[in-house]
């Protein structure tokens, strides 16, 4: 049960068990949500706590964000003291205790997010909490701007969004990815930066605090977290599918006539052991060089290809499913291979603790 106090002291308490009910979960199989709620502790366990929570580590380009659903008997969540307020804070964590063998501990920190919608339902009373990972105060989703960028770079850009959200940049790319000119049309920061850092192949994301740029093709090279094998891994369900619709292109080819120079750049870019029929990708795509407009095919065709052929799994929940780590996939015939996971949900609550898998094959150029 929860404890009431001032709003202002904004601070939650949790009664936990007797000491002959800790004794006895020592050797339990169980998982466990731990939450920081704008600076105060929350446990929360499965097996005891009646709670529905749901973390979704979204694919790039879009908000990770929690959902949390409590029983309200002792209406705490809907009085004036302690119902929710817009960008309150929380920080997750996700534990696991004997889950796979005695004595393991496995942790999953989610990250920090920020307060976005409230819902009280009922009855019976219940109440239900929703969070993203961008400061809910920042204007660069919602506020649409026109600018030029003048001799910029893809760096330069991030750090100035990164820097009005609050959020610390991890430019975890090689390249700065430099330009003449950008236009930014009615669009938001985070919009724009998002077209302009996937013409060139990289990947964003916000979690933890963070605006974070990648390259995918970097994080497709890692090792493999785990293997998934059927009949061996606790899968609870599958999904495999391909389509060839605007992903099957067996070369890319770029063309691009300079303005003053009337000069023309062409380049193709064909990934090794591609066929050797198939549809070309033609773009026209601005390039100074053999070298910069040979980078920009393969990206372009890379971004194509790469839906072609993925997969959804749900298995029994487990703390090393992120988006953005490999895994293997063995014992589905054809469909055995290397995957990149694109997006993963974490469920916990009355079905117990799940995870819900997207993933693509990894091309591997």
């Not at 609870?236 to 063309?255: H, P």
Request: charged share 25%; with cysteine; proline share 4%.
């Amino acid at each position: 049960m929860f404890l009431t106090f001032p709003r202002s002291k904004r601070r939650l308490y949790l009664l936990g068990s007797g000491v002959s009910d800790l004794d006895k979960m020592q050797d339990a199989r169980r998982a466990e949500l731990h939450l920081n709620y704008n600076g105060v502790g929350l446990s929360l366990d499965i097996t005891n706590d009646a709670f529905d929570f749901t973390y979704t580590d979204a694919a790039p380009g879009s908000l990770d964000d929690i959902s949390l659903s409590l029983q309200d008997r002792d209406r705490l969540w809907q009085s004036p003291e302690w119902a929710p307020l817009q960008g309150d804070k929380i920080k997750a964590e996700i534990r696991t205790i004997n889950w796979t063998k005695p004595g393991e501990v496995t942790k999953l920190p989610l990250g920090s997010f920020e307060v976005d919608s409230f819902t009280f339902t009922g009855p019976p009373d219940a109440v239900s909490i929703k969070a993203v990972s961008l400061p809910v105060a920042a204007n660069i989703r919602q506020e649409k701007r026109t600018k030029a960028w003048e001799k910029v770079t893809l760096k330069t850009i991030a750090a100035d969004v990164a820097k009005k959200a609050g959020l610390k940049l991890s430019y975890l790319l090689k390249d700065t990815y430099s330009y003449e000119r950008l236009d930014q049309t009615d669009q938001s920061d985070i919009e724009f930066l998002n077209e302009q850092a996937k013409s060139e192949g990289v990947a964003i994301k916000v979690t933890g605090g963070q605006l974070v740029l990648f390259d995918e093709f970097e994080f497709e090279k890692a090792a493999p977290v785990l293997t998934l094998t059927r009949g061996k891994d606790n899968i609870l369900s599958y999904e495999f599918g391909w389509s060839a619709a605007d992903a099957s292109y067996i070369a890319c080819e770029i063309s691009y006539t300079q303005a003053k120079s009337k000069k023309t750049i062409k380049a193709v870019y064909k990934p090794p052991g591609a066929p050797k029929i198939g549809p070309v990708l033609k773009i026209n795509e601005q390039a100074r060089s053999q070298a910069e407009a040979l980078r920009i095919a393969k990206k372009a065709l890379r971004e194509k290809n790469k839906e072609l052929s993925g997969a959804r799994f749900t298995i029994i929940g487990d703390t090393r499913i992120a988006a953005g780590v490999t895994v293997m996939i063995e014992g589905f015939g054809s469909f055995d291979n290397k995957y990149l996971i694109t997006s993963a949900t974490h469920q916990l609550g009355s079905g117990g603790y799940t995870t819900d898998i997207e993933m693509r094959q990894t091309l591997g150029w």
